[in-house]
């Protein structure tokens, strides 16, 4: 039985039980994070940490636990399967309230919750097909840099992709392509990599800076600029990244090949250098 971790206590995930008042059930008023562990390793725990504590601050709920407290919960739930390849969930919701009131009396205790679970080898023919996007209208919230529980607009439209035959949705707002549905975006042009810079329309994510640290590190230049709809559809190569998927490319668009219908060569060393560095990761070489 998977263990999991609810308000201080690690037991089976059967048994932990929250409270139908809580403000994450009712209202989606919390935060989350999804940080992966290669051989037991968590990845990038501290930039993980520190975009959740901007979260909380940003929904005004306080953090329960410092940096070192976190990370003995997540390193205890990881070793648990430390063999694997792990996915750990963490959300902290506003907590428990006597009576639903859209506003929030000060003095709640947050509920937290955190699970781990294996997550497979990305399938190898991603790396040679690449995946099918198809572009959508961009219908959240004007803080998508929170990483919000709160994800039904996010699920309406993975799911029309998913039902459109798609891996992901590109989402487009004011002619601009900002992220996909739960995915950065990267593409490139004329040997220049080009992903949207950071602010209030896109998740900062953790896979999208560390392939931006990468990029310096071996000298592909990169540009933090916008994408517009019509540089998108005429990227040499569009790549969509996140901690669990890693990089993807992105052959096909709305129906129409991207470059030459293939993985592009940028992808091709960029996926090396990513390998590369998630087994410096697992052999505790690199965070
Ligand atoms: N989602 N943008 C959105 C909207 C996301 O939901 C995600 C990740 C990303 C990529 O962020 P990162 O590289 O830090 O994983 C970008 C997670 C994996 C999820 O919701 O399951």
């Not at 097909?129 to 929170?146: E, K, V």
């Not at 810079?197 to 600029?225: F, N, Q, S, W």
């Amino acid at each position: 039985m998977p263990t999991v971790f609810l308000n201080g206590e690690f037991l089976p995930h059967d048994q932990a039980r929250v409270s139908v008042m809580d403000r994450g059930f009712l209202f989606g008023d919390g935060v989350y994070e999804v940080i992966p562990a290669y051989g037991g390793h968590l990845f990038r725990l501290q930039p993980h940490l520190q975009r959740l504590d901007n979260s909380l601050q940003a929904v005004r709920i306080p953090n329960p636990y410092t940096e070192p407290q976190w990370q003995g919960i997540l390193e205890e739930l990881v070793g648990e399967n430390a063999g694997t390849d792990q996915s750990v969930y963490l959300q902290v919701t506003r907590g428990v309230m006597e009576r639903r009131d859209h506003a929030f009396p000060a003095d709640l205790k947050p509920t937290v919750f955190a699970m781990s679970n294996p997550i497979p080898e990305p399938d190898p023919a991603l790396a040679e097909h690449g995946i099918t996007a198809i572009s959508l209208d961009d219908i959240r919230w004007q803080s998508c840099h929170i990483k919000a529980i709160t994800l039904l607009p996010n699920v309406l439209l993975r799911q029309q992709a998913v039902e459109a035959g798609a891996a992901e949705a590109i989402l487009l707002r004011d002619g601009e392509a900002t992220e996909g549905a739960a995915s950065n975006l990267f593409i490139v042009r004329d040997g220049l990599l080009i992903t949207p810079p950071k602010g209030p329309l896109l998740l900062p994510g953790i896979t999208r800076d560390l392939v931006i640290e990468l990029a310096a590190r071996h000298g592909i230049p990169y540009r933090e600029g916008a994408i517009s709809e019509a540089e998108l559809r005429g990227a040499d190569e569009v790549w969509l990244t996140s901690s669990t998927k890693e990089i993807m490319p992105v052959t096909t668009l709305d129906g129409v090949p991207v470059g030459d219908g293939r993985p592009g060569p940028l992808y091709r060393q960029m996926h090396g250098i990513y390998r590369e560095y998630k087994q410096a990761v697992r052999e505790g070489r690199a965070g």
